[in-house]
């Protein structure tokens, strides 16, 4: 298959996947810095006599410099991000603020959806929005430094160059792919959804397919490959989810068998690391219900016989483990970041089923077979913040949008170029 740099592709996808795009870019710094400022918020003198050590100095002044450079990006703004339900939306405003909603509301089947798909997830367009691709360059030199200012770590030296155009574009790509899946099922579009999987599985195979070097801009992407029976077999689990949700017996049966190990048929007696099968489906039912999705938890507990305690009973959630992004305390072996004990078997439970799910940052599901996402308030004209409103993340997303605003505040600038 040849790929050619057509503005075509490149209009249509700044246009549907921008929203999904800057969000990413938001999603990726808090993942990166948002546990250092959370640490900062809590003004403890224990915690910040500890960060003035050495070994945490280094950390102190990369946050300094990121700060710095990136204090006049509108993605930290005050009150810039919330979540909104697409099903609260008229359909003028869904296309005009989520794109994607309504270019996957307006595929009559899977094989468009499929077409969509491909056009919104080119391997050409990584290097055409970091402005490095041959041809008419699509973006501006502006816009590349802004992409390695955003995207730098904690770890990272000032003068090491940024190389995480790869894995922040499997960031872009896996939060397109989710939000179809989520679309279609909230909908109760449940043929399209069992059809586009099949499509999603043949979609993961060439995604993750070894690049032929066709052209100079595809150079950068041949090196960088993933398992594809992994990808998809994340995209099948989470349809496991939303089959669930949506209490689909049948969809679900289907999604189940075409999955692999560690999911797999509840029926099957394949031993998996001393796990049977079936008793590896039913941790997905804790996940569920420490996820606040208890009638799909029910649901799926009840198709599967897995007898666990749901609805958020007090067995279900006597220990709640620590979801992701979620500080729970700031102990030195916290803030050190070596373990503080051993996780409990719970605990390990859930972080295993979210390993095995794509990223779900910017989906947020409710127990109502909702879905909302995370979008860009600060972008909403006037005259349309009247006919949107925000509903509550999901209870595995608790992030504070306001948490780089209050980073920038000048006396918390002040305050942390102090302590080193």
């Known amino acids: 298959m040849i790929y050619y740099i057509g503005e075509d592709i490149m209009q249509s996808w700044q246009h549907f996947i921008y929203y999904q ?20 918020q809590q003004d403890d003198p224990a915690i910040r006599g500890l960060l003035r050590e050495r070994r945490y100095q280094p950390i102190l002044k990369n946050l300094y410099h990121y ?9 930290f703004n005050p009150d810039t991000w919330g979540v909104v339900n697409p099903a609260q939306l008229s359909p003028t405003m869904r296309a005009k603020y989520l794109p994607l909603i309504a270019l996957v509301d307006a595929q009559p089947d899977a094989c468009h959806l499929r077409w969509m798909l491909d056009q919104l997830t080119s391997p050409i367009i990584p290097d055409l929005v970091n402005g490095s691709g041959g041809g008419k360059r699509r973006t501006t030199t502006a816009q590349s430094h802004r992409l390695s200012n955003l995207l730098r770590q904690p770890s990272q030296a000032l003068w090491e160059s940024v190389d995480e155009m790869p894995p922040f574009f499997d960031r872009v790509f896996q939060a397109t792919v989710v939000t179809v899946l989520a679309r279609l099922a909230t909908t109760h579009r449940f043929t399209d959804l ?21 052209h100079p801009i595809l150079e950068s992407l041949a090196e960088h490959q993933c398992d594809s029976a992994g990808l ?9 989810m939303l089959a669930a949700g949506a209490q689909q017996g049948a969809l679900l049966d289907r999604f189940t068998l075409l999955n692999r190990p560690p999911f797999a048929s509840p029926d099957s007696a394949t031993e998996v690391e001393g796990n049977s099968v079936s008793g590896t489906n039913c941790d997905l039912v804790y996940y569920m219900d420490v ?44 803030a050190s970041g070596e373990p503080n004990g051993e996780d409990s078997p719970r605990d390990v439970t859930f972080k295993n089923i979210h390993n095995l799910l794509p990223d779900l940052g910017q989906l947020h599901l409710t127990d109502q077979n909702e879905m909302g996402l995370t979008m860009l308030l600060a972008e ?34 002040q305050r942390l170029r102090k302590m080193f």
């Open 291 to 334: 996820a606040q999705l208890y009638q799909g938890a029910q649901f799926l507990n009840n198709h599967w016989n897995c007898s666990l305690p749901v609805n958020g009973s007090p067995e279900s959630s006597s220990h709640s483990p620590t979801h992701p992004g979620e500080q729970s305390s700031t102990s030195e072996a916290e």
């Open 21 to 40: 795009f800057e969000s990413s870019l938001f999603q990726t710094a808090y993942d990166y810095w948002g546990w250092i400022i959370l640490i900062l």
């Open 194 to 214: 069992a059809e586009f999987m099949e499509q999603v599985q043949d979609w993961t195979q060439q995604y993750c397919a070894p690049l032929p070097v066709l």
């Open 232 to 240: 998809y077999g994340s995209f099948n689990l989470l349809a496991i």
């Open 380 to 413: 909403i004209a006037p005259e349309d913040k009247r006919q949107i409103s925000t509903v509550k993340p999901w209870v595995l997303h608790p992030r504070d949008f306001n948490i780089f605003a209050w980073a920038f505040e000048p006396k918390n600038v």
């Open 67 to 75: 700060l710095h450079t990136n204090y006049e990006d509108p993605l």
